[in-house]
C-alpha cells in the first residue's frame, strides 16, 4: 500500500505490515550468540522464524521491526529501505547485509558506512545523519544513500582503502552512476545519469543541471573583515561598516590585516 512520509512528503510504497516484527530482541540475541565477530568462537542455535515459518535472518527482522515499530523515524526508514532495495537492485551492487540506520552522526557527515560489524554484531552498517534530514530534499537523502551503498558494494566486491577512502575504484563505480566525488569525498551529480533517471521513475523531483562537489571553503578565507576603534576594541563585519564606538567616540575604520603568507614570512624573518 502507498503512505506518505511526514518527514520527507514523499510517497512511497509500505509493504502490508505483519502481525509480529519477527521478534527482533529474540534474533538480535541469536544472531550475536551464532555470528563469528571479534574473534569469539560462537555456538550455533536455532534461528527465529517468520510469520510463515520460514527462516527469518536478524536483518530481515532489523528491518521489519524499523517500518512497524511506533517511532520517529519510522516513515523515514521505510522509505530507505525501500530505495535500498530498488538501488541495489537497479545498479546491481549484490550487497549481501545491510542495516540502516538513522540517528545523530558528527556535523561534518551526511551519512557513513561502517565496515565489519558495528556495536550489535550486524554488518553493513549505513547511518544517515539525523541532523540533516528535516534540511534536505528526498532526492539529497537518497544521494547520500547511494553514496553508502557504493562503499558497502565495495567492501563486499572490490578492494578499499583505508578509512573508506574514495580510490580510483570507489570513483569509476561513482561515476557510471552518475555520481561526481570531490576532492574531499564531496559528492556532485552529472546532468544526465542513471541515478537520476532512477529517482524521476518513481516521482522524486531532482534537478536538471549537473551539480558540482560543495568542497569546502579553504580556511581562513572569511570575508568578514576587522574594524578598530582607538580602544582596544575590535569587531569583524563582512561588509562596509558605519559605526561609531561608544566607549572612545571615534567611528571604526578597516584594518588591513596582511595575508596568511605574509604572517608567516613575518614570523621566519623574526
Given at each position: 500500500?502507498?503512505?506518505?512520509?511526514?518527514?520527507?512528503?514523499?510517497?512511497?510504497?509500505?509493504?502490508?505490515?505483519?502481525?509480529?516484527?519477527?521478534?527482533?530482541?529474540?534474533?538480535?540475541?541469536?544472531?550475536?550468540?551464532?555470528?563469528?565477530?571479534?574473534?569469539?568462537?560462537?555456538?550455533?542455535?536455532?534461528?527465529?522464524?517468520?510469520?510463515?515459518?520460514?527462516?527469518?535472518?536478524?536483518?530481515?527482522?532489523?528491518?521489519?521491526?524499523?517500518?512497524?515499530?511506533?517511532?520517529?523515524?519510522?516513515?523515514?526508514?521505510?522509505?530507505?529501505?525501500?530505495?535500498?532495495?530498488?538501488?541495489?537492485v537497479?545498479?546491481e551492487?549484490?550487497?549481501?547485509e545491510?542495516?540502516?540506520?538513522?540517528?545523530?552522526?558528527?556535523?561534518?557527515?551526511?551519512?557513513?558506512?561502517?565496515?565489519?560489524?558495528?556495536?550489535?554484531?550486524?554488518?553493513?552498517?549505513?547511518?544517515?545523519?539525523?541532523?540533516?534530514?528535516?534540511?534536505?530534499?528526498?532526492?539529497?537523502?537518497?544521494?547520500?544513500?547511494?553514496?553508502?551503498?557504493?562503499?558497502?558494494?565495495?567492501?563486499?566486491?572490490?578492494?578499499?582503502?583505508?578509512?573508506?577512502?574514495?580510490?580510483?575504484?570507489?570513483?569509476?563505480?561513482?561515476?557510471?552512476?552518475?555520481?561526481?566525488?570531490?576532492?574531499?569525498?564531496?559528492?556532485?551529480?552529472?546532468?544526465k545519469?542513471?541515478?537520476?533517471?532512477?529517482?524521476?521513475?518513481?516521482?522524486?523531483?531532482?534537478?536538471?543541471?549537473?551539480?558540482?562537489?560543495r568542497?569546502?571553503?579553504a580556511?581562513?578565507?572569511s570575508k568578514?573583515?576587522?574594524?578598530?576603534?582607538?580602544?582596544?576594541?575590535?569587531?569583524?563585519?563582512?561588509?562596509?561598516?558605519?559605526?561609531?564606538?561608544?566607549?572612545?567616540?571615534?567611528?571604526?575604520?578597516?584594518?588591513?590585516?596582511?595575508?596568511?603568507?605574509?604572517?608567516?614570512?613575518?614570523?621566519?624573518?623574526?
Amino acid at each position: 500500500m502507498k503512505a506518505t512520509s511526514k518527514l520527507l512528503n514523499v510517497e512511497y510504497v509500505r509493504a502490508a505490515e505483519p502481525e509480529s516484527d519477527g521478534n527482533i530482541d529474540e534474533a538480535l540475541a541469536d544472531h550475536q550468540d551464532t555470528e563469528r565477530w571479534d574473534g569469539h568462537p560462537m555456538i550455533a542455535t536455532s534461528k527465529p522464524q517468520s510469520a510463515n515459518g520460514s527462516e527469518c535472518s536478524v536483518y530481515e527482522s532489523l528491518a521489519r521491526h524499523q517500518v512497524i515499530e511506533l517511532w520517529g523515524c519510522r516513515d523515514l526508514l521505510a522509505f530507505l529501505q525501500e530505495w535500498a532495495d530498488r538501488m541495489i537492485v537497479r545498479f546491481e551492487l549484490d550487497i549481501p547485509e545491510l542495516a540502516l540506520r538513522v540517528d545523530a552522526l558528527p556535523r561534518s557527515r551526511l551519512g557513513h558506512f561502517r565496515p565489519g560489524h558495528n556495536g550489535f554484531g550486524l554488518k553493513g552498517e549505513i547511518a544517515i545523519n539525523s541532523l540533516y534530514v528535516g534540511a534536505l530534499a528526498p532526492w539529497e537523502i537518497l544521494g547520500i544513500l547511494a553514496h553508502e551503498l557504493l562503499h558497502a558494494w565495495q567492501h563486499a566486491h572490490g578492494s578499499p582503502s583505508d578509512g573508506n577512502h574514495h580510490n580510483q575504484e570507489y570513483r569509476r563505480k561513482a561515476e557510471s552512476l552518475g555520481l561526481v566525488i570531490g576532492r574531499r569525498g564531496v559528492m556532485g551529480y552529472s546532468a544526465k545519469c542513471v541515478f537520476k533517471d532512477l529517482l524521476r521513475q518513481f516521482g522524486i523531483d531532482v534537478p536538471e543541471t549537473d551539480i558540482a562537489p560543495r568542497e569546502r571553503r579553504a580556511k581562513g578565507s572569511s570575508k568578514n573583515k576587522k574594524w578598530v576603534c582607538s580602544c582596544p576594541i575590535n569587531v569583524r563585519c563582512a561588509v562596509a561598516l558605519q559605526a561609531q564606538c561608544l566607549w572612545c567616540g571615534d567611528v571604526f575604520t578597516l584594518c588591513e590585516e596582511p595575508s596568511a603568507h605574509a604572517r608567516k614570512a613575518e614570523l621566519r624573518a623574526g
